[in-house]
C-alpha cells in the first residue's frame, strides 16, 4: 500500500517527552482527511490536509493540556514510515515519525 491512507503509529519528540499517538487517514485527490488519537488529547479531527507526492501537511487543533494549533509537515521514507516536524506554535517545532500499523 503506497501513499498516507491507512493507519499509523505516530510518536511526537516533545519537550514533555515522547507522546505517542495514531493516525487515521485517507488520501484522495491531494487532500488528507482523517483523525489522531492519543491518551492525553483523545481524538482529535485533522485539518487543511494536503498530500503532494511522499510529502503531506496538516493542522491539529487540541485544546488538552492546553490550547494549542499543530501544524504537521512529513514525507514517507517508505511505503511504511515517515519523518518531519509539528510546529507548536511558540514552543518551535518537533521531530515526529511514523510507522503504518500492522
Not at 36 to 43: H, L, N, Q
Not at 66 to 89: E, I, N, Y
Request: hydrophobic share 35%; glycine share 12%.
Amino acid at each position: 500500500m503506497a501513499g498516507f491512507s491507512g493507519k499509523w503509529d505516530m510518536v511526537t519528540k516533545s519537550p514533555m517527552g515522547a507522546q505517542s499517538s495514531t493516525l487515521d487517514l485517507q488520501e484522495s485527490g491531494g487532500s488528507i482527511t482523517g483523525s489522531t488519537t492519543s491518551p492525553m488529547v483523545g481524538t482529535l479531527t485533522l485539518e487543511n490536509g494536503k498530500a503532494s507526492g511522499r510529502s503531506a501537511t496538516w493542522t491539529v487543533k487540541m485544546t488538552v493540556p492546553m490550547p494549542l494549533t499543530l501544524d504537521a509537515q512529513v514525507t514517507l521514507d517508505s511505503d511504511d514510515t515517515f519523518a518531519g516536524t509539528v510546529k507548536a506554535g511558540a514552543f518551535g517545532s518537533w521531530p515526529v515519525t511514523g510507522k503504518r500499523a500492522s
